[in-house]
């Protein structure tokens, strides 16, 4: 990337071939793994800026790519950047299935976009935008990971006090949010568990099928869906009556979108546990954060 960046408040340079003036390094956010403490300590400093009214804004463009059933994630991620003075750009995710190679469409989008936010089912797509190196790449979901859900979750319970000795219960399969956790966990040194189905498990993730047990020790109760594997997670279903065996003051944190019925019962929801739907508004100031974040604001 070589267009100048723009200091905060002021518009960026677009279009002069002749200015090879390179800019500070690109950061992107493919997985949590790439990051470090401190890289997630900055953006929930520029959240809680934002969370108040003051986080920095600037003027430019994020190209953004979702799949038409994308709800919270593309509301946020949408109505952040507009709140910031990013102009947001949006496409299909398909828009991406096509031969063009991924590393031109970046170089392309360069001339005109300050950040790239993607949400598409194959991580390699979102990898090969990143290797370009030719301006910052958002991850906002794979079927391998949501680094940004899990940030937005983290940022929501250390506004409740909840971090960093919290024991985290991770009940369900292999999937992009499991995977997702585990990688918050490397990089904070989270105390997580995952409950599910000895062949269900994450790859590395410490693991038990005990779920009476491991609920009663358990600060946060963190769900995902079954995806196939419906059947085979019907004993781990979270209930009300579960959430009484846990410690007082446990979380249930189901990852949306949930069913009742599914991975958790009518009641739990019921249950002083539920964080509750209001939880989730983390998201709009984390992915903000995440943005500026990767576009230098910070």
Same mark, same amino acid.
């Given at each position: 990337?070589?267009?100048? @960046? ?8 677009? &279009? ?30 520029? +959240? ?6 003051? &986080? ?17 994630? #593309? ?5 952040? *950047?507009?709140?910031? &003075? ?14 063009? $190679? ?28 990143? $290797?370009?190196? *030719?301006?910052?790449?958002?991850? *906002? @979901? ?24 919290? #024991?985290?219960?991770?009940?369900? *399969?292999?999937?992009?949010?499991? #995977?997702?956790?585990?990688? +918050? ?12 189905? $000895? ?16 609920? #009663?020790? $358990? ?80």
């Amino acid at each position: 990337m070589w267009d100048v @960046m723009p200091t905060v408040g002021q518009p960026r340079r677009y &279009g002069d071939p002749m200015d090879l003036t390179p800019t500070q390094p690109v950061r992107s956010l493919v997985r949590l793994d790439d990051w470090s403490a401190s890289d997630v300590e900055a953006v929930f400093a520029l +959240a809680d800026a934002y969370r108040a009214g003051h &986080g920095p804004r600037t003027q430019g463009s994020a190209v953004m790519f979702f799949p038409p059933s994308s709800l919270r994630t #593309r509301v946020t991620f949408e109505r952040g *950047a507009s709140l910031m &003075g990013l102009q947001p750009i949006v496409f299909p995710d398909t828009t991406l299935d096509k031969p063009e $190679a991924l590393a031109d469409v970046a170089h392309y989008l360069d001339n005109w976009a300050d950040v790239v936010v993607v949400r598409h089912p194959d991580l390699g797509v979102v990898e090969a935008l990143d $290797a370009a190196r *030719a301006l910052p790449v958002v991850n *906002a @979901m794979t079927d391998q990971n949501h680094p940004c859900e899990v940030l937005a979750d983290l940022y929501a319970f250390r506004q409740l006090g909840a971090l960093p000795s919290t #024991r985290l219960l991770f009940v369900g *399969a292999d999937g992009n949010i499991a #995977r997702a956790w585990q990688e +918050a966990s490397r990089v904070l040194d989270l105390d997580l568990l995952q409950c599910c189905p $000895a062949d269900l498990a994450t790859p590395g993730a410490r693991w038990t099928d005990d779920l009476d047990t491991a609920i #009663r020790s $358990a600060d946060v109760v963190l769900t995902d869906g079954p995806g196939a594997h419906a059947t085979a997670l019907e004993p781990f279903r979270i209930t009300a009556a579960l959430l009484d065996r846990a410690p007082a003051g446990v979380r249930l944190a189901p990852c949306p979108p949930f069913v009742r019925g599914r991975e958790l019962s009518a009641d739990a929801l019921e249950h002083p546990a539920f964080v509750g739907h209001a939880f989730k508004s983390a998201l709009l100031p984390v992915q903000q954060a995440v943005m500026a974040f990767c576009t230098g604001l910070g």
